[in-house]
C-alpha cells in the first residue's frame, strides 16, 4: 500500500525522522579508525533507544541487527561484526532505520575512514550529489521518474554506475511501501508525485560495474568486481512547492 501524509501525521514521521538526524550527528564524530562496526552498531541502538524510538531493522526478515555497515565493495546490508574494524582508507555506509509514533524513516551516509583515495572521495560526492539531486524533483506535480533520472543523470556525469537490483522505496506506515523508487528512469515518466507521498531515496553508486552479488550470509550485497560502493539515504516527503527531508 501507499500511504499519503498528511497533518497531524507530518508531524509524527518528522519526529521520527528526527532521531535520525541526531544518530548521523553522532556517527559523524564517531566513524575512526579502530572502530569495529559491531560497536556502532551498539551505539546507534543506544542512541535510538533513548530518543523513544526503535531500530526497525532489528528482526526485520531476520535481520540481525540495528544497522547495515557496508565497507569497501559492499554495496548495502553489511551485518555489524566485531571483526570487521575500520582501517585507514576505507569507506563505510552506515543505514539506519528507525520506528517512532507510529512511523518508520531511514536514512544512510557514506563517510571516510582516515584518508581516503580522490577516487573514494569522487565516488562518494556522486552519490551524496545524486541523491540530493533526486530528492529536489519530490515536489506534487512531478513524476516519479523525474526524481529517478536526475539520479541517473549525476551518476553518469560522474563517469559512475548505478546499482539496479536494489531500489528505493515509499515509506511510512511500513517500512517498505509502494512505489520503488529506482535510480535509473527517464523524466516525465511513471506516477505522478502527490503531496505527502513518503519515500525513501537511496542511490547505491559503483566505481566498477554496476552487478552485485549476496555473499553466503545471506545478506551482504557486494560488488562482483569487489570495487567500491557507496551509497546514501534519505526519507523525503513530496512538497507543494519543495522537497522536504527529513533525515
Ligand atoms: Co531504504
Not at 547495515?68 to 561484526?81: D, E, K
Request: aromatic content about 6%; charged content about 30%; proline content about 3%.
Amino acid at each position: 500500500m501507499t500511504f499519503v501524509i498528511r497533518e497531524p501525521e507530518l508531524s509524527q514521521i518528522r519526529d521520527s525522522g528526527k532521531v535520525l538526524k541526531k544518530v548521523f550527528e553522532w556517527v559523524g564524530k564517531n566513524i575512526l579508525e579502530g572502530v569495529s562496526t559491531l560497536e556502532l552498531d551498539a551505539r546507534i541502538e543506544k542512541i535510538i533507544l533513548e530518543n523513544q524510538a526503535k531500530p526497525a531493522f532489528k528482526g526485520y526478515k531476520g535481520y540481525p541487527a540495528s544497522i547495515c555497515a557496508s565497507v569497501n565493495s559492499v554495496v548495502v546490508h553489511g551485518i555489524p561484526s566485531k571483526k570487521e574494524v575500520l582501517r585507514n582508507g576505507d569507506i563505510v555506509s552506515i543505514d539506519v532505520g528507525v520506528y517512532k509514533n507510529g512511523f518508520f524513516t531511514d536514512a544512510a551516509r557514506t563517510y571516510p575512514v582516515g584518508r581516503i583515495s580522490s577516487e573514494a572521495e569522487d565516488l562518494i560526492e556522486a552519490a551524496r550529489v545524486s541523491l540530493k539531486e533526486g530528492s529536489e524533483k519530490a515536489v506534487a506535480g512531478n513524476r516519479l521518474g523525474d526524481i529517478s533520472n536526475a539520479v541517473q543523470t549525476v551518476i553518469k556525469k560522474y563517469g559512475y554506475k548505478e546499482v539496479r537490483s536494489f531500489v528505493g522505496h515509499g515509506i511510512g506506515k511500513e517500512l517498505h511501501e509502494e512505489p520503488e523508487v529506482p535510480n535509473w528512469g527517464e523524466k516525465g515518466k511513471g506516477i505522478l508525485l502527490e503531496e505527502g507521498l513518503v519515500i525513501a531515496i537511496e542511490p547505491m553508486v559503483n566505481m566498477g560495474t554496476r552487478e552485485v552479488e549476496i555473499l553466503s550470509d545471506g545478506w551482504t550485497v557486494a560488488t562482483k568486481d569487489r570495487k567500491i560502493s557507496a551509497h546514501f539515504e534519505n526519507t523525503v516527503i513530496v512538497g507543494r512547492s519543495k522537497a522536504e527531508e527529513i533525515t
